[in-house]
């Protein structure tokens, strides 16, 4: 049972573009939400997390959109570059599960120049 | 301040061995988590060990072990390797007051022929 699916599988956009991925979640328990870049060789790094009790949370050219009614999530790249291709992963977790964290299966984005 | 350190970074083992793996946190850091990705499932989490103890497990069979040390380093056995245990195995740590930013190492390649 996949708990955290992530759509598209993979996005192409031009440079300058906005890039959207969506997550979607089942277990209510979950209140955290972080989002993890990836680049080739790499391990993943995170990049902007949001709690339930907001529903935007923006940092630079990033920005998680969260809906808990609807059980999703999502991640916008505002002005995207080639430095953002990189393959990127929602995931969820629950407090008190501390490190355990529940990944989507991986989105690549190639940003085009 | 250094990152999380994996080694090896890569090898090559045959069916019926066994791995061990080691991970170095960062500095200050009581949590280290493990986590297998592969391509068809993305990242899956093994287990969490804080302050020598496993705190949270996840669903992988008992040929998959760890254990954490008194300096935090923590290692991982895989015993009876079969063909599908081939992954990028990463190992993450974070402060483990709260779930919060994990801080991936780089992983250790693991090939079984």
């Known amino acids: 049972q996949q708990q955290v699916k992530q759509s598209p599988q993979s996005l192409i956009v031009q440079k300058g573009g906005i890039s959207i991925i969506n997550c979607a979640y089942e277990?209510?328990?979950?209140?955290?939400f972080p989002w993890y870049q990836q680049f080739p060789g790499k391990g993943p790094a995170l990049l902007i997390a949001?709690?339930?009790?907001?529903s935007e949370k923006k940092e630079g050219r990033f920005t998680i959109s969260f809906n808990k009614s609807a059980k999703q999530f999502s991640l916008h790249i505002m002005d995207s570059q080639p430095g953002d291709s990189a393959t990127y992963f929602c995931a969820a977790g629950q407090t008190g599960a501390n490190s355990k964290l529940t990944f989507g299966k991986g989105i690549t984005l190639s940003v085009r120049p | 301040k250094a990152g999380v350190t994996q080694t090896p970074r890569y090898l090559i083992k045959t069916r019926g061995q066994q791995v061990t793996l080691s991970c170095s946190p960062i500095s200050g850091h009581r949590s280290v988590s493990w986590y297998q990705q592969t391509p068809g499932q993305g990242l899956q989490f093994l287990f969490e060990y804080f302050s020598e103890t496993q705190r949270n497990k996840g669903n992988f069979p008992g040929r998959f072990s760890g254990r954490q040390f008194s300096n935090s380093r923590s290692e991982m056995n895989v015993s009876t390797l079969e063909l599908g245990d081939s992954a990028l195995y990463l190992c993450?740590?974070?402060?483990?007051?709260?779930?919060?930013?994990?801080?991936f190492g780089e992983g250790s390649r693991l090939t079984v022929l």
């Open positions: 993450a740590s974070s402060a483990g007051h709260r779930t919060g930013e994990l801080f």
């Open positions: 949001i709690r339930p009790d907001v």
């Open positions: 277990n209510t328990a979950f209140d955290y």
